[in-house]
């Protein structure tokens, strides 16, 4: 059996077969397990290395190719794919807690599926249609059946779609730039179509008014995984473009305008969020900020920078999915989610509330949570370059903090100072709530723990590793 098989083929089957075959009771295990041993497998057994078990060998062949295209994981793919998969159960798992199980486990196992396909085909500007064919799989995950989407659905879709051809066409100029390096002009045109797709990828100001506007729109829980799911590949992405032409990491007009894109998005979506008063547009902002933290990261002329990017995309999926579960389970007696309808909710839904404000803290730095370690390596190489750009990163996340803080005042907030503590959750939403808190808890407490992922994943990228 082949790696591609393993991790691209067997998740998109399934997700197929869910669909048509079990209900919404099963759907939720089926995939979490099946996330979960393909996580376990990509950990404990090595690509391309054969393992003998008693008289029998076991091999699982790096590459496969389909179309005369090449789809390959190398030995150092493993740790990348464990942790994909890890966070996807952890997704899948909370759907029946959310109460969105059937099709989001079988639409999002094939979205896995053609993510994950995006960092392993070759030619890798090939990655940029697989993209593409996610975010058209994310549309029928945000909008129920028989409903006209929305203005944020329409916008997310349209942006995505622009984003390719200008990331095909720097692709193919780019290539032309290695043929002939000294060709200024080309080099030029290369770099500006590059940072248009890009802009559109990573929804950089001011292009990310989607976002709060889906928020609004869709369920929680699923515009959730979407904010989790296609930054974090766009990243992968990014940095094996990167890696690839080296040579735009080392021009400092585009790594500071990567730099600044980051700093502009972290200082003014935390300023946004903050002025907010609707829950899910403070997640959606939240989202935003860590997207642009992701793009400090890249911008920074480090030899850790690889180090850092997964310091931070980590922790961002645990702490997406507990805000989001939580926020969909508050949802269901407090919509439309403003502040004037969630007043006194910490009374009857106290582990939804705990476990929303916990990950939001998170989400903004606060100390010894999960957050916490990534923004301190990124304000320590950060302040070696710029220390207005550190400034603006701290308003940014100093914003999310405020807006944590006018969070909590509204849930505590009661007419009534005689209304009785009360326990709504159900025991699954309560358990899955309180594993992500736990979590939270622990990563921060202890980084060390994610040691063992990060010191083989910048052998992927071993020229920005260098």
């Known amino acids: 059996m082949s790696a591609p098989a393993i991790w691209i083929i067997l998740p998109f089957i399934a997700g197929v077969l869910i669909i048509f ?3 919404e009771k099963y759907a939720a295990y089926v995939g979490g397990g099946i996330s979960v041993i393909l996580s376990l497998i990509a950990l404990f057994i090595p690509i391309d290395t054969a393992l003998l078990l008693g008289s029998v060998s076991l091999k699982i062949a790096p590459a496969i190719e389909v179309l005369g295209r090449s789809f390959a994981f190398s030995t150092a793919d493993g740790p990348l794919l464990a942790v994909i998969y890890g966070l996807a159960a952890l997704w ?3 759907t029946e807690a959310s109460g969105t199980a059937n099709r989001f486990v079988s639409l999002g196992l094939m979205i896995i599926a053609l993510l994950t396909a995006s960092i392993a085909v070759e030619p890798f500007l090939y990655a940029a249609l697989l993209l593409e064919m996610a975010a058209m799989l994310v549309v029928p995950l945000l909008v129920p059946l028989y ?4 203005r944020g659905v329409v916008r997310f879709i349209i942006y995505q779609t622009l984003a390719m051809p200008f990331i095909l ?7 032309g730039v290695e043929a002939s ?11 500006v179509m590059l940072s248009m797709g890009f802009a559109f990828l990573f929804a950089i100001f001011p292009l990310y008014n989607w976002i709060p506007q889906l928020m609004e729109e869709a369920s929680p829980y699923s515009t959730g995984f979407l904010l989790w799911a296609l930054p974090t590949f766009t990243v992968i992405f990014a940095l094996g473009f990167l890696d690839r032409y080296t040579w735009l990491k080392n021009t400092p007009q585009i790594s500071n305008a990567i730099l600044f894109a980051g700093v502009i998005m972290t200082a003014s979506s935390g300023i946004f969020g903050a002025l907010q008063r609707h829950l899910g547009r403070i997640l959606g902002y939240a989202a935003i900020a860590e997207a642009g ?7 920074l002329q480090s030899f850790e920078l690889v180090n850092i990017v997964f310091l931070i995309l980590i922790p961002r999926g645990l702490e997406l999915s507990v805000w989001a579960l939580a926020l969909s389970i508050i949802k269901r007696h407090a919509y439309p989610l403003k502040f004037s309808d969630i007043q006194g909710l910490a009374r009857k839904y106290p582990v939804a509330v705990f476990a929303l404000l916990i990950a939001h803290f998170s989400m ?26 550190s400034f603006w990163v701290f308003l940014g996340l100093f914003g999310l903090l405020i807006a944590a803080v006018r969070t909590m005042a509204a849930f505590v907030m009661a007419d009534k100072e005689d209304v009785k503590w ?4 159900s025991w699954v939403q309560t358990a899955m709530l309180g594993i992500g808190t736990l979590g939270l808890l622990i990563l921060g407490l202890f980084p060390q723990v994610l040691q063992p992922f990060l010191t083989n994943l910048p052998v992927l990228f071993e020229h920005l590793s260098q």
């Open 364 to 389: 903004a730095g606060f100390p010894l949570l999960a957050g916490f370690p990534s923004r301190l390596a990124v304000w320590q190489e950060l302040s070696s370059q710029s220390l207005v750009a």
């Open 21 to 23: 075959l079990l209900g």
């Open 181 to 191: 390096p000294g060709d200024l002009g080309t080099t030029i045109q290369a770099g």
């Open 422 to 425: 009360e326990w709504n959750e």
């Open 293 to 299: 933290l992701l793009l400090v990261a890249l911008g």
């Open 147 to 150: 409903q006209k989407p929305g």
């Open 92 to 94: 899948f798992f909370g």
């Open 169 to 175: 066409f720097s692709g193919w100029m780019l290539a």
